[in-house]
């Protein structure tokens, strides 16, 4: 594995128990390496198990087999609560459907996504401004999601996954609920992330458009038929 890899993966697998007692695949992924800095859409009919390999990188689900390396630290063969800190130092996530707590300033919602992370050195709310100072929303901080067009809650969600400059940023369809205008703002800011703070950035997306500005891509197929 090279030193600078933000993500690896070797031999991954992971089914879930179907009605009868059968394990059905789900994931089955010999390789991949994504060095830091990179970024890579990864496409794939509904059920090949896009969102399954997204939370096994995350730590969200246990692998049954194979080894998942984020910035050189295992997550595969750790407890849940192990995991959990890893993905806390070194991870965002950007959820399809956002995930803001409504009661909650946009501020509050980066700050709380932070909680979890260690100390930096910078105070959580000062980094919370920062990232949405990054995303244009440094002058909303206190409006809360209802008060945010669409658009505007996207880019929170975002600065709340790129908040404390983690190694390894994961998104969920990012432009899945967005118009052409905005998800071009956000695959701007999640693409420029990954080129000045040298982090890596793994795409899900079925948006063609989104797809095409991604250099390397992954396509997979139903656990089974290979990784075409």
């Known amino acids: 594995m090279s030193a600078n890899s933000a993500l690896h993966i070797r031999d991954l697998k992971k089914a879930f128990d179907a009605p009868g007692g059968d394990r059905v695949p789900v994931v089955d992924l010999p390789a991949l390496d994504l060095p830091a800095g990179a970024s890579l859409a990864v496409e794939g009919e509904s059920g090949s198990g896009k ?11 246990p692998a049954d087999a194979g080894r998942i390396e984020i910035a050189g630290e295992p997550m595969t063969g750790r407890g849940e609560a192990a995991r959990d800190r890893l993905r806390a130092r070194r991870i965002g996530y950007l959820f399809q459907t956002f995930l803001l707590l409504p009661h909650l300033t946009a501020e509050e919602n ?47 969600a975002i600065a709340r996954a790129l908040a404390g400059s983690p ?29 000045e703070r040298d982090a890596a950035v793994l795409v ?16 997979l197929a139903p656990a089974g038929e290979g990784v075409a």
Do not use: W, Y
């Not at 399954?52 to 969200?60: D, F, N, P």
């Not at 797809?211 to 396509?219: C, K, S, Y």
């Open 51 to 61: 969102t399954t390999l997204l939370h096994l990188i995350a730590g969200v689900l």
């Open 167 to 195: 190694s390894l940023v994961l998104a969920d369809e990012p432009t899945a609920n967005l118009d052409r205008a905005n998800a071009d703002t956000c695959l701007d800011l999640l693409l420029a992330f990954a080129e």
């Open 110 to 156: 980066v700050v709380l996504g932070m909680s979890f992370r260690p100390a930096g050195p910078a105070s959580p709310r000062r980094a919370a401004r920062e990232a949405l100072a990054r995303v244009g929303l440094l002058e909303r901080r206190h409006h809360r999601p209802k008060q945010l067009s669409v658009g505007q809650q996207q880019r929170v």
């Open 204 to 219: 899900v997306s079925h948006d063609p458009t989104a797809l095409a500005r991604f250099e390397r891509r992954l396509h």
